[in-house]
């Protein structure tokens, strides 16, 4: 096996002085002297209206206020995969809090009272809050407009109904399946809405300059995107790519929540219609909840058939996706699940419909994870339960179904090398899942639950990373990457990357979050992609500016370049140990000849990854025929939970989980990785909840009473197992691992709580409450 | 976040000075003290006073002490002082408890326990520990020095018997003259902080007598004599635990809101009672009290 130098090794985040010592700026934090100016939302009062007439002049009269703007004043679309989406109401409003105008003024104050005196006249439309009333005969129309939206080859939208994009799998003979199986499982599972509560809230502040210049500073996953789709938007404007920047300060958490274009745009537009002036557009907490995206609700269908040994037969998945108000990323969210609803298993008969349905509550979106948890929630659950009606265990069920390199996949692509079966075996090893636990309080009980899990990247076939790597006179690298640094050490892995290349130590790299005009090109930082995508680039850039190296000592010394390496920031060669060359010492300014002259120059590398195997060409009635995903990465997971008969409040005692890295470039950041995510997991397991009242208005956009784990509730042990079975297409044999560690938790933790107290909960959040009402209903069935 | 409300501000360094300025301003005055109740509403714009008087500079006001067998909490005592007050650990154990279980250690650190009953929001902690331990509120105006039992003082959710010219001073308790020991229950969604959906304090007495009251689950915090009577007139058993459970029914009006059905709160009430009760007598048993 190959030794690394830097790769594989817990190298200190590059970023890491930076935010520890205060220096780090985020989007607020900026400077942008007296002229600027505040931007306040007017909000729809409604979930679903037509706006008849807006009076902005009282608003207007209110000191220091510069301008307000409506919907008039934009009338463009915009959307990442489908462009259903608009930069304030036109004449509809979709969901209760939506951007109706905007006022900006000299202070934040004088637009917040402004904002309060823009006057709207409203006439109420029916509306529609659950994606099952909006796919009934007669179901209002949020988007009358539908057949006419643009949107990517691979969605299929049905005109004039809710349906915004319908993705099917039809692969071998599902009833002929079903005839075969021993026993057939049925059954309907719902998970609610969730928010990401990233700390920061979205910030944009963008300045349109006298010259035509626009310049957007904005909290984001997806600068180049954002430039991207805010040209296309304003391209009636006469507004070209070039003339839109992006610079990306650092991020206080993204989850999903800053990919693709929301708020931002708002900044951008406004900015437009006041040149010269920087212009802020800060949300706040309660509209983190409402007004960006969510993830997705969902109502799943699922039956599952299996031989009497547990063999899966045939699977029948069918999801409706409470897409909310605007579809133009969620869309994908629903499409990457339609693809993948089989789970990590091998299942030779399938049947998978998965409906993105129009509802008037905010607008769904990516969310770490893309639809994985939701659709895993039933999956894994109903797992447990045929195996408990086979009286098969639980991890021999999943041992005999897990799906093999080289298997298919439900659209019928070979699944790529995996550690499956060793991820299994490691929890269940780690977790001691044979020995039964008792306790001795007879209040409390004790559970046991086992999850799988896997994941694809969702991405457009030719979604591409790039990098510049530039070296300075001392042999120090700056390395110009445009992927975002999150908080999962994006950074620190890109510099382990050309550190391993080029043998130059991470702590001479520097690497920074984007400004897209000195950056070269990333699609987003999502999908999990960034650290295999943008991975690929640097290694590449790393290889061509070490390329250029050899080039110029073969070329000066007259050395055979495959003899010759790096190491130590010199270049040396195999074959004359003598020779040594100090990169410092030619890597700007060239290497002297004999005769006075010199060769070489700036040594700048140059790196460009877009995945060429992938394609969305297939039979949209079967899924049959394309590559649409690059590949899957898998794990598996256990927990052990005490719950308390009396209040149905769980403990979770430890949780055991591994997952297959391919190869974990910084084994301290994918273990920081699974801690977090089986942290986020279980907050949504059982204590997130997004509660909507009848007029679709979020009641608990707050933390008040939305709640995330405090260090209080965090569990007594978190063991964090990796797992490496190369990805042959992977840098170092890396593959993405950020948003998978939260997708088995909610499916496992039901699991132990049918296992602790023989109780079967099918809908999301597994709340104290939900446990113990429905051990109350219980005992009193018992009791008749 | 910015405040688009205007609003005065002034800083007496005196009582008599700040008890001139609320008989001036009346209700178009509020009182800031910690200020963790009365800046949201301000920021939300649901009462914005004319005038807000911060109290903070009037030390007088800051005292935990015995004074005549009775012990007095000024209004400017926060949370975090209670927690670190051996007097308070000493004589009123359960408020000790329930200080600990209010938000969290930087909403401790501001909020105080008087402002906790004027903002009296029927969710607030402070309430059960005072009535089980019949405390006094004191008041001071123009007019003079009024005192108000506990039991009197919430009105209704949000309201108390506070006159429109009136500051708290302080309260008073009463230190029983028998061994007495309490517990105090708080219902959460999880472990982080979180505002009470049902709460229950008891205090045990050496005598026999007992006193319990329910938080959280009416408009306003209250003591049940009906469950004290069928106690001290049966004695503490199992049983008679048992039937106070059922009692419950009665006594307390839950309701259905965005923190909990009222199924789930009735049931916690009676569960967080019987473990207030078993955990009182545990502790009345101990020569001393200890709690976390």
């Known amino acids: ?784 | 976040m910015a405040i688009p409300y205007e609003f005065g501000y002034v800083k007496p360094t005196s009582l008599q000075e700040a008890i001139e300025l609320k008989g001036k301003f009346q209700k178009e005055a509020r009182v800031l003290a910690g200020g963790t109740d009365l800046v949201n509403e301000i920021k939300k714009g649901f009462r914005v006073p004319e005038m807000i008087i911060d109290v903070k500079g009037i030390s007088e006001l800051s005292k935990i002490e015995i004074v005549n067998g009775q012990l007095l909490i000024g209004a400017l005592v926060t949370f975090s002082d209670i927690r670190k007050s051996q007097v308070i650990i000493d004589n009123m154990n359960i408020l000790f408890e329930a200080a600990g279980m209010v938000a969290s250690n930087g909403v401790r650190n501001r909020a105080t326990m008087i402002g906790n009953i004027c903002s009296a929001v029927a969710c607030m902690d402070s309430a059960a520990p005072l009535l089980v331990h019949e405390a006094t509120v004191h008041t001071a105006s123009m007019d003079g020095k009024r005192e108000v039992k506990i039991q009197n003082w919430f009105v209704d959710n949000r309201k108390t018997a506070i006159l429109d010219n009136e500051l708290v001073t302080h309260v008073s308790i009463p230190i029983p003259t028998v061994k007495y020991a309490g517990a105090y229950q708080k219902m959460m969604r999880y472990s982080g902080e979180d505002l009470s959906q049902a709460n229950v304090g008891v205090l045990l007495f050496a005598n026999g007598d007992c006193h319990v009251a329910f938080g959280s689950v009416g408009p306003t915090p209250k003591r049940s004599l009906k469950i004290e009577n069928l106690l001290k007139s049966k004695g503490i058993s199992v049983a008679t635990i048992e039937e106070a459970k059922e009692m419950i029914e009665t006594v307390i009006a839950p309701i259905t809101d965005v923190r909990a059905t009222k199924e789930y709160r009735m049931h916690m009430t009676k569960v967080m009672f019987e473990r207030a009760m078993q955990t009182a007598m545990e502790r009345i048993k101990m020569p001393k009290i200890i709690t976390k």
């Open chain 1, 1 to 784: 096996m190959e030794e690394y130098k830097y790769i594989g090794k817990s190298v200190v985040k590059v970023d890491g002085k930076e935010k520890v010592s205060g220096a780090a700026l985020y989007t607020d934090d900026l400077e942008f002297g007296p002229n600027m100016l505040y931007a306040e939302i007017v909000e729809g009062p409604h979930a679903h209206a037509m706006i008849l007439s807006i009076d902005t002049s009282e608003a207007e009269q209110v000191p220091d206020v510069i301008a307000v703007v409506t919907g008039k004043d934009f009338p463009y679309n915009f959307g990442l995969y489908m462009q259903d989406r608009y930069i304030f109401a036109q004449d509809r409003v979709r969901f209760f809090g939506e951007q109706i105008a905007a006022v900006v003024a000299r202070t934040p104050q004088a637009a917040m009272k402004a904002a309060k005196l823009v006057k709207v006249k409203y006439s109420t439309l029916p509306k529609v809050l659950s994606p099952l009333d909006a796919i009934k005969e007669g179901a209002d129309l949020i988007h009358p407009n539908l057949k006419n939206y643009q949107h990517v080859p691979w969605f299929f939208p049905k005109p004039d109904t809710n349906v915004a994009h319908h993705r099917k799998i039809r692969k071998g003979d599902v009833d002929k399946g079903f005839a075969d199986a021993d026993y057939i499982l049925e059954d309907t599972y719902e998970v609610p809405r969730f928010s990401h509560c990233a700390i920061e809230f979205h910030a944009a502040v963008a300045k349109y300059d006298l010259s035509g210049r626009l310049t957007v500073w904005a909290s984001s996953q997806s600068p180049h995107t954002q430039r991207n789709l805010f040209a296309a938007a304003f391209a009636p404007l006469g507004i070209k790519h070039n003339d839109v920047r992006v610079i990306a300060p650092h991020v206080g958490g993204g989850f999903g929540s800053k990919a693709g274009v929301t708020m931002e745009i708002i900044a951008a537009a406004i900015a437009i219609k006041v040149p010269g002036h920087p212009v802020k557009v800060l949300w706040n907490r309660e509209r983190e909840f409402y007004n960006t995206y969510q993830r997705l609700g969902v109502v799943t269908k699922l039956k599952i058939g299996v031989k009497n040994d547990g063999r899966i037969t045939a699977l029948k998945h069918d999801l409706y996706w409470d897409a909310g108000a605007y579809v133009e990323y969620g869309a994908n969210v629903v499409n990457a699940v339609g693809l993948s609803a089989i789970g990590p298993y091998r299942v030779e008969n399938a049947s998978i419909d998965s409906f993105c349905i129009y509802t008037n509550l905010p607008p769904g979106g990516p969310y770490r994870g893309f639809g994985y948890s939701e659709f895993l929630f039933g999956l894994e659950s109903h797992m447990t339960r045929i195996a408990k009606h086979l009286g098969i265990d639980d991890v021999e069920i999943r041992r005999r179904n897990a799906i093999k390199e080289g298997e298919l996949t439900a659209y019928g692509a070979h699944m790529n090398p995996n550690g499956l079966l060793q991820a299994i075996d490691a929890v269940a090893k780690e977790i001691k899942w044979n020995e039964k636990l008792k306790s001795n309080d007879p209040n409390i009980a004790i559970g046991k639950g086992f999850s799988l899990f896997w994941k694809a990247p969702a991405m457009p076939p030719n979604a591409s990373s790039s990098c510049f790597l530039k070296f300075n006179e001392d042999a120090s690298i700056n390395l110009l990457v445009s992927g975002m640094d999150l908080g999962q050490g994006f950074l620190t892995v890109m510099a382990q990357i050309a550190a391993e290349v080029l043998q130059v130590p991470t702590s001479k790299i520097r690497t920074e979050n984007p400004d897209t005009d000195r950056n070269p090109y990333e699609w987003q930082t999502v999908a999990s992609h960034i650290t295999w995508g943008c991975g690929n680039a640097v290694r590449k850039a790393a290889i061509d500016a070490r390329d250029q190296i050899f080039d110029l000592i073969v070329r000066t010394k007259y050395l055979p370049k495959d003899m010759l390496y790096m190491d130590d920031e010199k270049v040396k060669c195999k074959t004359d140990p003598k020779f040594e060359i100090k990169l410092k010492d030619f890597i700007i300014n060239g290497i002297q000849m004999e005769d006075g002259t010199f060769k070489g120059g700036p040594i700048i590398g140059r790196g460009v990854f877009m995945p060429e195997f992938t394609s969305t060409n297939a039979n949209p009635e079967t899924s049959q025929g394309g590559h649409p995903n690059v590949h899957y990465t898998v794990g598996a997971a256990a927990v052990i939970i005490e719950v308390d008969k009396q209040t149905g409040k769980i403990k979770v005692k430890r949780i055991v989980e591994a997952i297959d890295a391919g190869k974990a470039l910084n084994p301290s950041l994918v273990k920081g990785q699974i801690i977090g995510g089986v942290l986020q997991g279980l907050s949504t397991a059982i204590y997130e909840e997004m509660k909507f009242d009848h007029r679709g208005k979020m009641l608990n956009p707050n933390f008040t009473d939305y709640k995330i784990p405090t260090a209080l509730d965090v569990p007594d042990e978190i063991v964090p197992i990796i797992i490496e079975v190369p990805q042959p297409d992977g840098p170092f044999g890396a593959r993405g691992v950020g948003e998978h560690p939260m997708i088995p938790v909610a499916p496992m933790i039901a699991n132990a709580i049918d296992d602790a107290l023989g109780i079967r909960l099918n809908s999301m959040p597994l709340t104290a409450e939900k446990i113990c009402l429905t051990m109350l209903e219980r005992a009193k069935k018992e009791k008749k």
